[in-house]
């Protein structure tokens, strides 16, 4: 950095004995300041920002000197200048990964929660993902399991409300776990099935950090 500047030393009973080092510090120390915030490959847009700020008047802070203009060149070594553009280029490739990483998560999760709620939506990822492990009487067996599980979830609805209300069970306390019990199997005993009701009021002997679905 080479620094230009016009300074004045200002009437006190206590006249600074280095005037003129007092304002280039001064100058030096702003400009530096400046220049840590750019990167070695904007030495232009730094120095115009310096000076912008140092091209006006600056009385000195508690020192009676005036710093009327200062002027800085700045220049950056070619070495500099490509590790600055190798740390540009590093922190794009970073940025650009974690858009990646996180575009990739957002499928992911989009892609379980299909394959969860339809049965349908699994066979096809498998047959188009794996498509050597089906077996001759593969879809005879997989057949039988859709129209076993038609029975108890129509439209491919009871997955979805399944997984709704085991994470509604996990955010309960013991007393609500166990209030839930009771309030399951009062509803099944009232609609008509004391064999599912007395099931329900087993698993309150159960510790409910046991309790899963099948």
Known sequence: MDLTIAWEELPSPRPH?????????H????????????????ALPAAARINAILGRPHELLHL????????A???????????????????????????????RLADA?????TLMSDPSMALAYW???A?????????NRLQNLFESAAAYAPQGRWAPLAKALHTFADRLDEDGK??????MAGLTDRYGHPDIASTIRSLRQTPSKDIRPP
């Open 109 to 113: 999760r989009i892609l379980r929660d």
């Open 17 to 25: 004995h280095s005037p003129h080092a007092a304002a280039a510090d």
């Open 64 to 71: 009676p000197v005036r710093l009327i203009w200062a002027q």
């Open 127 to 129: 047959f188009a993902t």
């Open 131 to 139: 498509p050597h492990t089906v077996e001759a009487d593969t879809l």
């Open 178 to 183: 166990l209030h839930l019990l009771d309030t």
């Open 27 to 42: 100058a030096l120390t702003t400009a530096r300041d400046i220049a840590a915030a750019f990167p070695a490959t904007e």
């Open 73 to 103: 060149h700045l220049r950056a070594s070619p070495d500099a200048i490509q590790a600055a553009q190798r740390h540009e280029r590093h922190e794009a490739e970073q940025e650009q990964h974690r858009a990646e990483q996180s575009r």
